[in-house]
């Protein structure tokens, strides 16, 4: 097994940030108090599921990408200034993912449309191939490669299928659900390591999927409801397998044992659906992972990794909460935060990690989408990315201060979510990813399971 230590900048490159759809980003910000930094107007509202932000030309500046119900994917610069726009004709709500798909050196965008296909851009917004897909999509791809021959496929919803795309545009193969339209964004991982990748997802028929790489079932669960939320695989309970953590619309928020058997299910309230998908993170002083999500009822719910009741609730806010929360320590108090938005109200929030209080709230148009996290300007500094319906604005919320290198040389400690064998780079070796403020030397020391270095 090879182990390959990367630098990264905090980039957001796909629909829940990575593979795993864990909704955490690395690094800080100082937004004790936030101010909008710049917005973008576009022709209608925005794609519901987010943003990606991720480099298109190699220039070591960050763009960001994102649909609109005016037909055009938009990649705006990190100052907010237009670098191109490519039309479909049709309501985009499906979150975009970028990667280097062929191999080539030079990263695509992927994307589903309402004109009933599947869009693949190259990095100047010129395109590259169409599949299509004879139904409107909302889900959002997942770009991997699952065959371990340096190309990456396009895993994405269509209809009542799970379709698999080579990096030509071809058809691979395609999953059917019988009746269940996919919101879902596919999340992959080797949750049994058994050194095979699953794809697991969602479907309106209330069934959880998860998929060989060959297009198979492996095995499948039947929730109360439909399904419009995306999974997250993370090992929460420290067993060196991962599990799937899903929402319904039954009220439920389901941990599925990495062979599809149910760990636990938790009820949130009585009659507000769970459209919201869950985020991952550690938000205390304590080893695991807890788990965070939004409900209908406007109120967001923390888990502790291994059920009962939950951690804390937070105060009702001002909105049906649809969207994914995100979770990042956003204001440099070594803390994570949940950055969580309101679906028919108007807010931006963020929420203390301790009993869920707001530390602040920004007001900016009705229907406030996924929030994303990243450091669009490359400062060492988090910013917000979100997109509203309300006036049809990308907005990117910043301290008011503009400060600067966030992490100022403090000694951080790295969580990794997907464990070793479930995180992989094109090229089929592992990775694990970290952030450091600004170049430099330093010391890595890698330990095995007994200790010894």
């Known amino acids: 097994m090879w182990i390959i230590f990367i630098l990264v900048a905090m980039d957001w490159w796909k629909y ?3 593979l795993c759809n864990t909704h955490f980003q690395e690094g800080m910000g100082k937004m004790d108090t936030v101010v909008v930094k710049w917005s973008y107007l576009t022709g209608m509202s925005l794609g519901g599921y ?7 030309d190699g220039d070591n500046k960050y763009e960001i990408i994102f649909g609109s119900c005016d037909g055009k994917l938009y990649a705006l ?3 907010g200034t237009l670098k191109w726009t490519y039309s479909t004709g049709k309501f985009i709500y499906s979150a975009p993912a970028v990667a280097d798909i062929d191999n080539d050196g030079k990263v695509e965008v992927v994307f589903g449309s309402w004109d009933s296909c599947v869009h693949c851009v190259n990095y100047d917004g010129t395109m590259k191939w169409k599949y299509p897909a004879n139904s409107v999509i909302y889900s959002s791809p997942a770009l991997v490669d699952l065959n371990k021959d340096g190309k990456m496929e396009t895993l994405i919803g269509i209809h009542d299928s799970l379709h698999c795309i080579n990096y030509n545009g071809e058809h691979m193969w395609s999953y059917n659900t ?21 794809i697991v997802f969602g479907s309106y028929n209330a069934k959880v999927y998860a998929l060989r790489p060959n297009g198979t079932l492996e095995w499948e669960y039947g929730t109360g409801w439909s399904i419009e939320a995306s999974p997250v695989l993370a090992d929460i309970d420290l067993d060196s397998y991962d599990e799937v953590i899903i929402a319904s619309y039954d009220q439920n928020i389901y941990v599925l044992r990495c062979n599809g058997v149910r760990w636990w299910k938790r009820w949130t309230s009585d009659n507000y659906k769970l459209y919201s998908s869950p985020a991952v993170a550690n938000i205390d002083d304590d080893p695991e992972l807890e788990l965070v999500i939004g409900s209908s009822d406007s109120i967001v719910y923390a888990f502790e990794p291994t059920g009962g009741p939950p951690k804390w609730t937070s105060i009702k806010l001002q909105g049906e909460i649809r969207r994914s929360p995100t979770i990042a320590d ?3 108090d070594g803390k994570n935060e949940i950055i969580v938005s309101t679906y028919n109200g108007k807010s931006v929030y963020c929420l203390e990690n301790t009993i869920g209080w707001p530390l602040w709230k920004k007001d900016l148009a009705q229907n406030v989408h996924d929030p994303v996290v990243a450091d669009i300007d490359n400062d ?3 910013e917000i990315v979100v997109g509203t319906s309300g006036d049809f604005k990308l907005y990117v919320l910043d301290d008011k ?10 000694e951080e400690t790295i969580s990794v979510l997907c464990s070793l064998s479930s995180v992989f780079c094109p090229l089929g070796r592992r990775e694990i990813k970290f952030f450091v403020s600004e170049p430099g030397y330093i010391n890595i020391v890698l330990y095995d399971i007994a200790g010894q270095t």
């Open 50 to 56: 987010g943003s990606a932000v991720a480099d298109l």
């Open 77 to 79: 610069n990190s100052d």
């Open 401 to 410: 201060h503009n400060i600067t290198n966030c992490s100022g040389g403090i």
């Open 330 to 332: 956003i204001n440099g």
């Open 16 to 18: 829940g940030k990575d």
């Open 380 to 382: 060492g500094c988090l």
């Open 178 to 198: 019988v009746g269940g339209v996919i919101y879902s964004a596919p999340a992959v991982a080797d949750i049994d390591r058994d050194d095979t990748l699953e």
